[in-house]
């Protein structure tokens, strides 16, 4: 079997990180362009940022997209959480192939079909309850939960599988209850499984458009979509600032779990150490 060369495996890597970043970073510096025209440089400038904080539109979808962001990954860690704990503790069960399909069905059904379906079951409810009025933040965050907790279980399945029973044996030979030892010693075990699943499900909601367009209303115009509308009347340099902020503010918080996960690993493996050294 031929090994590849060191040098030619960076070359290759070097390669597929640069088509990934290289257009991010050019959106990153294109954001500081002064010229109108975004493929166009003619001088640094922080005048499209400032036009950004001018233009009402941007803004109040930008907030309202961060609004259901936090929302739906919220619901979805909480809800998550307890189907994955099911999937990877409790093996086969009745009604097992049935509850994993419902669990894995949105990773695999295309959004359309999710959409128009939570728009016929709105609008079906609606005209027989009077309820939901409309669509609007509600229904889409309804929608953004349905399509994360698949995600989020997952996460949490495989981390649950992975864990050491010994430790929630041991509290409950002490005469802990089975829900006292979810929350106090299997909870911190998986909390990394929460916090990627959790941020997974933030990326997913703020980026979603297909869902989006089909669970809006009057008033509850998101980001994606208005993005869309103007990119296809052309590109606009503040789209570029807009971004920019946006993947600064993602940044800073992968980097933040990133930092929290480690300290919480290092914390759990220096209290394993004690309690076996004590033991």
Known sequence: MIKPSKPLSFLVLGLGYGFL????????????????????????SL????????????????????????????????????????????GRFR?????????????????????ISLLLLFVAMEQSFGWPEGRGVFTI???????????????????????????????????ARPLKVFFVITLPLISQALVSGWLLSFTLSLDDLVLTAFLSGPGSTTLPMVI??????????????????????????????NIYMSVMTRKREKEMRLAFANG
Request: with cysteine; proline share 3%.
């Open 141 to 175: 965050w309804i929608g953004h939960v349905m399509l994360c907790v698949s995600y989020v279980a997952i996460v949490v399945q495989s981390r649950v599988r992975e864990l050491n029973l010994s430790l929630e044996e041991a509290a409950m030979d002490l005469g």
């Open 228 to 257: 869309f509308s103007r990119v296809r009347l052309g590109l606009n340099p503040e789209m570029n600032a807009l971004a920019t902020l946006f993947i600064v503010l993602v940044s800073v918080g992968v980097v933040a779990a």
């Open 95 to 115: 009604f097992f192939t049935l509850f994993t399909g419902m669990v894995n069905a949105p990773l695999v059904i295309p959004e359309v079909i999710q959409g």
């Open 47 to 90: 005048k499209w940022y400032a036009a950004l904080l001018d233009d009402d539109e941007l803004i109040t979808a930008a907030w309202l997209s961060l609004k259901i962001a936090l929302m739906t990954a919220t619901a979805s860690v909480v809800i998550g959480t307890w189907a994955g704990f099911v999937l990877g503790r409790f």
């Open 21 to 44: 970043y290289l257009p991010i970073a050019l959106l990153v510096i294109y954001s500081f362009n002064e010229s109108k025209l975004v493929t166009l440089w003619s001088g640094f």
